[in-house]
T-cell receptor
Framework: AQSVSQHNHHVILSEAASLELGCNYS??????LFWYVQYPGQHLQLLLKYFSGDPLVKGIKGFEAEFIKSKFSFNLRKPSVQWSDTAEYFCAVKLVLLGTGFQKLVFGTGTRLLVSP | NAGVTQTPKFQVLKTGQSMTLQCAQD?????MSWYRQDPGMGLRLIHY???????DQGEVPNGYNVSRSTTEDFPLRLLSAAPSQTSVYFC???????????FGPGTRLTVT
């Protein structure tokens, strides 16, 4: 079965520290990959996405992610975090269901990031 | 555009009660879906729709019904609420299978 693993459930960093959140997926076909962020009390927002092309993807707010096909990974990075980056981060893989063409997102369990000022 | 809207934001139900969570989008998206978010489990797909009149089950459909009579609306019905349905429910929409999904603000449901 397709799955997405986020290894770090909780991460605590000080402001200006560098961030890397791991994401691995298990799916043998063509994948589209996403990172969503959920700020406290808010809904999920798209940070960045990878569909094809350059495996280094840049998103909003200084985040980037690198797709490494051989490692089935799509890790999220930010060189210098801010207090406002405190949120929960979800990695997701998009699968297109045969027949309906519906895109199903399979989510990881999320990583809670706390940035202390 | 208001995007994806959900009502109510919070709801408390007693076991056995029924209710409908509302979801609407004003972006003319064909694809709509319902997810539930539980601690340590990420988001799981409940039901989805690829257009008006077409719905199908996701990973965790038991205890929920959906219908899609218009492009804009995709309500989720809890037939007989159970404590296991305590969760945060998110509705999402997308234009087609090539775009990311846009999420609503969520409904926090507690079943006692």
């Amino acid at each position: 079965a397709q799955s997405v693993s986020q290894h770090n459930h909780h991460v605590i960093l000080s402001e200006a520290a560098s961030l890397e959140l791991g994401c691995n997926y298990s799916y043998g076909g063509t994948v589209n990959l996403f990172w969503y962020v959920q700020y406290p009390g808010q809904h999920l927002q798209l940070l960045l996405k990878y569909f094809s092309g350059d495996p280094l993807v840049k998103g909003i707010k200084g985040f980037e992610a690198e797709f490494i096909k051989s490692k089935f990974s799509f890790n999220l990075r930010k060189p210098s975090v801010q207090w406002s980056d405190t949120a929960e981060y979800f990695c997701a893989v998009k699968l297109v269901l045969l027949g309906t063409g519906f895109q199903k997102l399979v989510f990881g369990t999320g990583t809670r990031l706390l940035v202390s000022p | 555009n208001a995007g994806v809207t959900q009502t109510p934001k919070f709801q408390v139900l007693k076991t056995g009660q029924s209710m409908t969570l509302q979801c609407a989008q004003d972006m003319n998206h064909e694809y709509m879906s319902w997810y539930r978010q539980d601690p340590g489990m990420g988001l799981r797909l409940i039901h989805y729709s690829v257009g008006a009149g077409i719905t199908d089950q996701g990973e965790v459909p038991n205890g929920y019904n959906v219908s899609r009579s218009t492009t804009e609306d995709f309500p989720l019905r809890l037939l007989s609420a159970a404590p296991s349905q305590t969760s945060v429910y998110f509705c999402a929409s997308s234009p087609d299978s090539f775009y990311e999904q846009y999420f609503g603000p969520g409904t926090r449901l507690t079943v006692t």
